[in-house]
DNA sequence: AAGACCTACAACCGCCTGCGT
DNA sequence: CACGCAGGCGGTTGTAGGTCT
C-alpha cells in the first residue's frame, strides 16, 4: 500500500513560483503564520500543493535568508563540518546563519566538491588522492593493488578528467630536474613536477598519466607499519557522535577537522590569507615542515593567489581563486615513503 | 549568429521521523 | 500500541541563463 499523496496532483501547479503567488504566500504567512502547509495554499489562494508553498517559504521568501554568494569563511564551514557530518545538509545550514539545507547542498554540489577534487582532495572521505593511494598500496598485495588501483582510478578518473579537460591543465608529469629548480620549483618534496601550460585535451593520455601516478604510488609505498593505526576519517563519526550530545559541537568539529587537514592553524583567521591555500599546503604528503612550508606559503600568495604567474610558468585558472592552482601542489603528489608520515595524523 | 554545452539554483520526489489520537 | 498525518531531510531532476565553439 503505497504512500497517500499530500495532495491531490491534478490540481496543484507545479514549476517554478511567479511573482504574485510569492506575494500570496508572503502576504499570507506575514498575517497567519506557518502553522498546518496543507491548509495554507487553500486559505492563500494557491493551486499548489503544502509541501511546495513549506518548501518556497523555507528556501526563498523567508526574509531571514541571505540570498548572495558564499563567503570563505561560510565556505570554510561547510568543508569542516562536512568532514565530519556528512551529507548532513540540515544539520550544516543550522550553523549558517540565513543559509538553507538546500543552499548549501547545492553550494556542496557545483562548487566545494569540485574544489576539494582540484586541491587533490576526496570529497566524501575529506583525505587528500595521496592517502588513498597509500591506502591501497599499504593494504594490499601487489596482484590485488593492481586491481584495486584500476578501480579506485575509475572512482574518481571521471572527476578528475572533467577538472583536467575542463579547466585545460596539462599534467606533465616528470622527474624533478637534477638541481636547477631549487629555489624555483615548487618545493614540495615531490617525486614529480606537475605542470599546468594551457590547452591539452588528449584524455587518453590524461589517463595513462594517470595510471601512471597509481602505479607510482604503488611503487613507493610506504612500510606496512608506518601508517597510523587510529585513522581519523575513522573516528570522526564517533567523534561526531560524541559531540553531538552536546550542543558544544562546532568546538568538537574543529578539533576533528584539522587532523584531516594539517594544524589547527590552518583555520585559524590570520588576515588576508585564502583558507584554501592553507588548506592545499597541509594535507598529507604535501605538506612539508619547516623551511619548504614556509616557502610554499610564499609562493602561493605571492606568485599564484594574488594573480601572477610562478616561476615554473603555472597560471592562475580561474579568475581569482586559488583553487585549481592548488591543485599544483597535491593533486597526484604521489607518496614517498616519509611524505606521508610528515604530519602523522594525531 | 546560432547551436551545443555547462553551471547554478530552484523545485520536486520519496523516504523517514515524531507527534497526536 | 497502532495508525495516520505533517513536516523534515537528502537525493535527484528541470531549467534559465551564461559561455564556448
Do not use: C, E, W
Given at each position: 500500500m503505497g504512500r497517500i499523496p499530500c495532495c491531490e496532483k491534478d490540481n496543484v501547479k507545479r514549476g517554478q513560483w511567479t511573482p504574485e503567488e510569492d506575494n500570496k504566500l508572503s502576504s499570507y504567512i506575514a498575517q497567519h503564520g506557518t502553522r498546518n502547509w496543507r491548509l495554507i495554499p487553500k486559505n492563500a489562494g494557491l493551486q499548489r500543493c503544502g509541501k511546495s508553498c513549506r518548501l518556497r517559504w523555507t528556501n526563498y521568501l523567508r526574509p531571514d535568508l541571505k540570498h548572495g554568494q558564499f563567503t570563505d569563511a561560510e565556505e570554510q564551514t561547510i568543508v569542516k563540518l562536512h568532514s565530519v557530518v556528512g551529507n548532513r545538509w540540515s544539520l550544516i545550514a543550522?550553523?549558517?546563519?540565513?543559509?538553507?539545507d538546500n543552499d548549501v547542498k547545492n553550494h556542496w554540489n557545483t562548487k566545494l566538491k569540485k574544489k576539494l577534487s582540484g586541491m587533490g582532495?576526496?570529497?566524501?572521505?575529506?583525505?587528500p588522492f595521496s592517502h588513498l593511494m597509500a591506502e591501497i598500496a599499504t593494504t594490499l598485495a601487489p596482484p590485488q593493488v593492481a586491481h584495486l588501483a584500476e578501480a579506485a582510478l575509475g572512482c574518481f578518473k571521471d572527476e578528475m578528467l572533467h577538472l583536467l579537460t575542463k579547466n585545460r591543465i596539462d599534467f606533465q608529469i616528470q622527474p624533478h630536474p637534477p638541481s636547477t629548480s631549487t629555489t624555483t620549483a615548487a618545493p614540495h618534496a615531490s617525486a614529480y613536477n606537475i605542470n599546468i601550460n594551457g590547452k591539452h585535451d588528449e584524455k587518453e593520455d590524461t589517463i595513462e598519466k594517470i595510471k601512471l601516478g597509481i602505479s607510482r604510488a604503488i611503487q613507493e609505498?610506504?612500510?606496512?607499519?608506518?601508517?597510523?593505526?587510529?585513522?581519523p576519517w575513522d573516528s570522526s563519526t564517533a567523534n561526531f557522535a560524541g559531540a553531538c550530545s552536546t550542543t558544544a559541537f562546532p568546538a568538537s568539529i574543529s578539533g576533528g577537522y584539522h587532523h584531516q587537514?594539517?594544524?589547527?592553524?590552518?583555520?585559524?583567521?590570520?588576515?588576508?590569507?585564502s583558507p584554501w591555500s592553507q588548506i592545499s599546503i597541509c594535507t598529507g604528503s604535501t605538506c612539508n615542515a619547516g623551511d619548504q612550508h614556509v616557502r610554499l606559503h610564499e609562493k602561493l600568495e605571492g606568485g599564484i593567489i594574488n594573480g601572477g604567474e610562478d616561476s615554473e610558468g603555472g597560471k592562475e585558472i580561474r579568475n581569482g581563486t586559488s583553487s585549481m592552482f592548488a591543485s599544483d601542489c597535491v593533486l597526484w603528489d604521489l607518496p614517498s615513503d616519509h611524505d606521508l608520515m610528515k604530519y602523522p595524523i594525531v
Open positions: 543550522a550553523q549558517l546563519a540565513g543559509r538553507t582532495i576526496d570529497p566524501v572521505t575529506h583525505k609505498r610506504p612500510h606496512d607499519n608506518m601508517l597510523p593505526s587510529n585513522k587537514y594539517g594544524p589547527p592553524s590552518s583555520f585559524a583567521n590570520d588576515g588576508n590569507r
